[in-house]
């Protein structure tokens, strides 16, 4: 064996080791000149090299397979093992004979694993000189075959590292015969699976990149013997090639391989006479030709069979040699009815490619009339639907506009004051988002809006009425605000409060809320209340910081709305009112009365004092998402908010509605007032200020 073969399994291995054996011809124990080195190698394979007295060399290949102790023992039976050896070159100094280790590994891998591949036979490969080891793949120990950089930026033949990626992880529990024996390597106990999915140099997982070029190149230019002047030294499996002296003699590169073979005259051939003439070589062919006892006549119909000189007679005599010419046109004539008939069959399926292309653009065609028919009928449903609700909207308007008429004939609209009608003075835009709170910092002339874009907008609602800052720091959708003395607190759907500093708009401290969204904040006595899923917690304001007080429990669903008022806290939420009206949406405290917004359209009152539902306002036709209350020494208006995109004023005189408000272009979900001002916020991302 080599010392290039010895060096690269030495990588692996860490080594051979020499051990005495007994004589392997005699039998007997203890012979000191006789020497054994086993050397471990990649891919289950592992070398022993037998030195005896009279300094002759002995090497066997052995094929380990997995098993739970993986100990390879060593016996003199080895010797009839059907392992073919390491065989040394036979033809001259400079030719080397190389054995794929590849195909071996792969053979005992599938049969152990039953890996669905099928069996190839490799290809004679002898090279004239060594190759370089860096040449050589690390796990079949064989010169690369298309080679790949891998992850760990190594270089394996395509086939090796495809086939570790996949390779299954076994369950191995047999042992080796003299399993412990003193052949056995300290290091051979590995599992299978980490051998055959990583890499043995560095243990990372194989995977392909991409293909080195540059070692292809390398190899390609490697000078390998002709095929045809190699033959199998043995009957193993895989086969060992030597050079074969009586073969072809021209050593080539391997990259040019294939047209040298393809044209050498040591390639072996048929005879084009009779298929059982004996093989062939390709030099030999034509004086054969001239020697073959089997040509034929050139006419089909004639039944001669000869040599050459008695083809050369038989041609003068040949009955079909004076046909030959009228043969000959009718073949002719033959190939070209055949030709026609080919050149029809093409303009056959020509059209009916066309046919086909025709059908389907059909198809296609009425596919694209039947989804613009739906589209139309879609869009005719749309409208029909719009003109419903413009007419339902157009009822109701003549319907108010009737109540308000009888109520002024009847003489009980009370101090109705035509000049007292709310206007729209202008939009606030910025939002990427649904609005859905506000509320307002009086001292400051400062409003804050929330949003499904996560932020709060600082707007100046006196002198430039434009946004002043965009506070960032929630994670969710912001739902709930309040203000108590200079400090902003702000709910949010992921799931905290943040304490926001007034004057320099700045976050200072973060609390870790409720595990649910918190749904509103109210704050009162120097504390704040927040709202989540059936729960609602007490904080005590201590600077920055919020301490919890207590926590309110017993509710059915989502607390959404809080009023704090006159000493007492108003919370809504799930069937909290015994009537039909439904979950309970907002809640507006006045000086007489209580107000609460539904799911169910509709605006329930109950008087402050005796708590009893003194009225149900009607108008809305969606669920009523907040309510704000503006007070005067003459008269107390409630401004409600609608999914309905609608914001209705409401006498709390006479309970009647006295003004609706249509200009958003989406719900209504956040009302705010300050100094005779009403602020409305929607799910079309704008904020719009109303004033009489």
Same mark, same amino acid.
Request: proline share 5%.
């Given at each position: 064996?080599?010392? !290039?073969?010895?060096?690269?399994?030495?990588?692996?291995?860490?080594?051979?080791?020499?051990?005495?054996?007994?004589?392997?011809?005699?039998?007997?124990?203890?012979?000191?000149?006789?020497?054994?080195?086993?050397?471990?190698?990649?891919?289950?394979?592992?070398?022993?090299?037998?030195?005896?007295?009279?300094?002759?060399?002995?090497?066997?290949?052995?094929?380990?397979?997995?098993?739970?102790?993986?100990?390879?023992?060593?016996?003199?039976?080895?010797?009839?093992?059907?392992?073919?050896?390491?065989?040394?070159?036979?033809?001259?100094?400079?030719?080397?004979?190389?054995?794929?280790?590849?195909?071996?590994?792969? &053979?005992?891998?599938?049969?152990?694993?039953?890996?669905?591949?099928?069996?190839?036979?490799?290809?004679?490969?002898?090279?004239?000189?060594?190759?370089?080891?860096?040449?050589?793949?690390?796990?079949?120990?064989?010169?690369?075959?298309?080679?790949?950089?891998?992850?760990?930026?190594?270089?394996?033949?395509?086939?090796?590292?495809?086939?570790?990626?996949?390779?299954?992880?076994?369950?191995?529990?047999?042992?080796?015969?003299?399993?412990?024996?003193?052949?056995?390597?300290?290091?051979?106990?590995?599992?299978?699976?980490?051998?055959?999915?990583?890499?043995?140099?560095?243990?990372?997982?194989?995977?392909?990149?991409?293909? %080195?070029?540059?070692? $292809?190149?390398?190899?390609?230019?490697?000078?390998?013997?002709?095929?045809?002047?190699?033959?199998?030294?043995?009957?193993?499996?895989?086969?060992?090639?030597?050079?074969?002296?009586?073969?072809?003699?021209?050593?080539?590169?391997?990259?040019?391989?294939?047209?040298?073979?393809?044209?050498?005259?040591?390639?072996?051939?048929?005879?084009?006479? %009779? @298929?059982?003439?004996?093989?062939?070589?390709? &030099?030999?062919?034509?004086?054969?030709?001239?020697?073959?006892?089997?040509? /034929?006549?050139?006419?089909?119909?004639?039944?001669?069979?000869?040599?050459?000189?008695?083809?050369?007679?038989?041609?003068?005599?040949?009955?079909?040699?004076?046909?030959?010419?009228?043969?000959?046109?009718?073949?002719?004539?033959?190939?070209?009815?055949?030709?026609?008939?080919?050149?029809?069959?093409?303009?056959?399926?020509?059209?009916?490619?066309?046919?086909?292309?025709?059908?389907?653009?059909?198809?296609?065609?009425?596919?694209?009339?039947?989804?613009?028919?739906?589209?139309?009928?879609?869009?005719?449903?749309?409208?029909?639907?719009?003109?419903?609700?413009?007419?339902?909207?157009?009822?109701?308007? %003549?319907?108010?506009?009737?109540?308000?008429?009888?109520?002024? %004939?009847?003489?009980?609209?009370?101090?109705?004051? @035509?000049?007292?009608?709310? /206007?729209?003075?202008?939009?606030?835009? !910025?939002?990427?988002?649904?609005?859905?709170?506000?509320?307002?910092?009086?001292?400051?002339?400062?409003?804050?809006?929330?949003?499904?874009?996560?932020?709060?907008?600082?707007?100046?609602?006196?002198?430039?009425?434009?946004?002043?800052?965009?506070?960032?720091?929630?994670?969710?959708?912001?739902?709930?605000?309040?203000?108590?003395?200079?400090?902003?607190?702000?709910?949010?759907?992921?799931?905290?409060?943040?304490?926001?500093?007034?004057?320099?708009?700045?976050?200072?401290?973060?609390?870790?809320?409720?595990?649910?969204?918190?749904?509103?904040?109210?704050?009162?006595?120097?504390?704040?209340?927040?709202?989540?899923? /059936?729960?609602?917690?007490?904080?005590?304001?201590?600077?920055?910081?919020?301490?919890?007080?207590?926590?309110?429990? !017993?509710?059915?669903?989502?607390?959404?709305?809080?009023?704090? $008022?006159?000493?007492?806290?108003?919370?809504?939420?799930?069937?909290?009112?015994?009537?039909?009206?439904?979950?309970?949406?907002?809640?507006?405290?006045?000086?007489?009365?209580?107000?609460? !917004?539904?799911?169910?359209?509709?605006?329930?009152?109950?008087?402050?004092?005796?708590?009893?539902?003194?009225?149900?306002?009607?108008?809305?036709?969606?669920?009523?998402?907040?309510?704000?209350?503006?007070?005067?020494?003459?008269?107390?208006?409630?401004?409600?908010?609608?999914?309905?995109?609608?914001?209705?004023?409401?006498?709390?005189?006479?309970?009647?509605?006295?003004?609706?408000?249509?200009?958003?272009?989406?719900?209504?979900?956040?009302?705010?007032?300050?100094?005779?001002?009403?602020?409305?916020?929607?799910?079309?991302?704008?904020?719009?200020?109303?004033?009489?």
């Amino acid at each position: 064996m080599s010392s !290039g073969k010895n060096a690269r399994y030495n990588r692996f291995s860490g080594g051979p080791s020499t051990l005495h054996t007994p004589d392997i011809a005699t039998g007997v124990r203890g012979t000191p000149w006789t020497r054994m080195e086993t050397t471990f190698g990649p891919a289950f394979s592992a070398v022993t090299t037998i030195t005896k007295a009279d300094g002759s060399s002995t090497y066997k290949q052995h094929r380990r397979t997995p098993s739970s102790s993986s100990t390879l023992a060593y016996s003199p039976r080895d010797e009839e093992d059907s392992m073919p050896p390491i065989s040394t070159p036979r033809r001259s100094d400079s030719a080397i004979s190389v054995r794929s280790l590849h195909s071996e590994s792969s &053979m005992s891998l599938r049969s152990t694993f039953s890996l669905p591949e099928e069996e190839e036979e490799p290809e004679p490969l002898v090279f004239a000189e060594q190759p370089s080891v860096k040449l050589c793949c690390q796990l079949c120990c064989s010169v690369f075959k298309d080679p790949v950089i891998t992850t760990c930026g190594h270089t394996f033949c395509r086939r090796c590292a495809l086939k570790s990626a996949a390779s299954p992880s076994p369950v191995h529990s047999v042992s080796a015969a003299g399993g412990g024996g003193p052949w056995a390597h300290s290091g051979q106990a590995q599992d299978v699976d980490e051998q055959s999915k990583k890499c043995p140099a560095d243990s990372a997982k194989l995977t392909v990149v991409v293909s %080195n070029i540059a070692v $292809a190149e390398q190899i390609g230019e490697l000078s390998i013997h002709c095929r045809h002047g190699c033959r199998a030294a043995g009957v193993g499996k895989p086969p060992v090639f030597e050079v074969d002296p009586r073969g072809c003699p021209f050593t080539i590169k391997l990259s040019a391989r294939k047209d040298h073979e393809s044209s050498c005259d040591y390639r072996p051939v048929r005879c084009p006479n %009779n @298929p059982n003439c004996p093989p062939l070589l390709k &030099m030999n062919l034509e004086a054969h030709l001239k020697e073959c006892e089997h040509i /034929k006549c050139p006419h089909s119909k004639c039944t001669f069979i000869g040599n050459q000189d008695t083809y050369e007679t038989h041609l003068e005599t040949c009955r079909f040699e004076g046909l030959k010419e009228f043969l000959q046109q009718t073949d002719d004539r033959f190939h070209e009815m055949h030709v026609a008939l080919a050149q029809k069959d093409q303009e056959i399926a020509f059209l009916r490619s066309m046919l086909g292309k025709l059908s389907e653009k059909i198809d296609q065609l009425e596919k694209s009339l039947e989804l613009k028919f739906d589209v139309l009928d879609e869009n005719q449903s749309k409208l029909s639907e719009d003109l419903m609700e413009f007419r339902r909207d157009a009822s109701m308007l %003549n319907d108010e506009l009737s109540h308000i008429n009888a109520r002024l %004939n009847m003489g009980i609209l009370g101090s109705y004051d @035509p000049q007292q009608i709310f /206007k729209c003075k202008g939009t606030f835009v !910025g939002h990427q988002g649904p609005v859905w709170c506000l509320c307002v910092y009086s001292m400051g002339d400062l409003l804050f809006s929330g949003s499904s874009d996560k932020t709060i907008k600082v707007w100046d609602t006196c002198t430039t009425y434009k946004c002043q800052k965009t506070l960032e720091g929630h994670d969710g959708i912001v739902l709930a605000l309040c203000i108590q003395g200079c400090k902003l607190y702000s709910g949010s759907a992921d799931c905290t409060i943040i304490v926001w500093d007034i004057q320099n708009l700045q976050k200072v401290n973060t609390i870790r809320a409720h595990d649910n969204p918190v749904c509103t904040l109210v704050s009162s006595h120097n504390m704040l209340f927040s709202g989540s899923l /059936k729960a609602i917690k007490v904080w005590d304001i201590v600077g920055t910081e919020l301490k919890l007080k207590k926590e309110l429990t !017993g509710l059915n669903h989502w607390v959404r709305a809080l009023v704090a $008022a006159q000493s007492y806290l108003y919370s809504g939420s799930y069937q909290t009112i015994k009537t039909s009206g439904g979950s309970v949406y907002s809640i507006a405290v006045t000086n007489h009365h209580i107000v609460c !917004g539904t799911y169910e359209n509709l605006i329930h009152v109950w008087d402050i004092e005796s708590k009893e539902q003194v009225r149900t306002l009607t108008g809305h036709v969606g669920t009523v998402y907040a309510l704000a209350v503006i007070s005067t020494p003459d008269q107390t208006k409630v401004f409600s908010a609608s999914y309905d995109r609608s914001l209705r004023v409401w006498s709390m005189d006479n309970m009647i509605c006295t003004q609706t408000l249509l200009r958003h272009q989406g719900s209504v979900t956040a009302l705010a007032v300050s100094r005779g001002r009403l602020f409305s916020g929607a799910v079309d991302s704008t904020v719009k200020v109303w004033t009489c």
